[in-house]
């Protein structure tokens, strides 16, 4: 599992912030990796917010456009959206947004039926 610092330096010698969601995408994109997984602070992509109960398991990219659209993905979230379909189009099989703050969240998603998280499909 690489771990990358997402600060770069300019030719002048300052130090810049790059995302580090849209760090991940491209990685993952380029390096042609089997699966990129997001871990955040949030249980992944509801359809609404509000209600916990309507998280969604697998979101498909034409979905996420539209949800992007329409406001439903906002904020922080976006960039982490967009980093999977980033990867997906790129040739990665499979893409996962989970919370970390979960105990063993990622032997949840990948080696349960209905995983903890939300997996980007095409």
């Given at each position: 599992i690489p771990v990358i610092s997402s600060v770069g330096a300019g030719e002048d010698g300052a130090s810049y912030n790059i995302n580090a969601d849209t760090a991940a995408g491209e990685l993952a994109a380029a390096l042609?990796?089997?699966?990129?997984?997001?871990?955040?602070?949030?249980?992944?992509?509801?359809?609404?917010?509000?209600?916990?109960?309507?998280?969604?398991?697998?979101?498909?990219?034409?979905?996420?456009?539209?949800?992007?659209?329409?406001?439903?993905?906002?904020?922080?979230?976006?960039?982490?959206?967009?980093?999977?379909?980033?990867?997906?189009?790129?040739g990665v099989n499979r893409t996962h947004i989970i919370d970390g703050r979960q105990l063993h969240s990622m032997l949840l998603e990948i080696l349960t039926d209905k995983g903890i998280g939300t997996m980007v499909v095409e």
């Amino acid at each position: 599992i690489p771990v990358i610092s997402s600060v770069g330096a300019g030719e002048d010698g300052a130090s810049y912030n790059i995302n580090a969601d849209t760090a991940a995408g491209e990685l993952a994109a380029a390096l042609k990796a089997e699966k990129l997984i997001m871990l955040t602070d949030v249980e992944g992509i509801f359809e609404d917010y509000q209600d916990k109960g309507s998280l969604i398991s697998a979101l498909k990219v034409a979905q996420a456009y539209q949800m992007i659209n329409q406001g439903q993905i906002e904020g922080g979230m976006i960039p982490k959206v967009q980093a999977c379909i980033t990867a997906l189009k790129a040739g990665v099989n499979r893409t996962h947004i989970i919370d970390g703050r979960q105990l063993h969240s990622m032997l949840l998603e990948i080696l349960t039926d209905k995983g903890i998280g939300t997996m980007v499909v095409e």
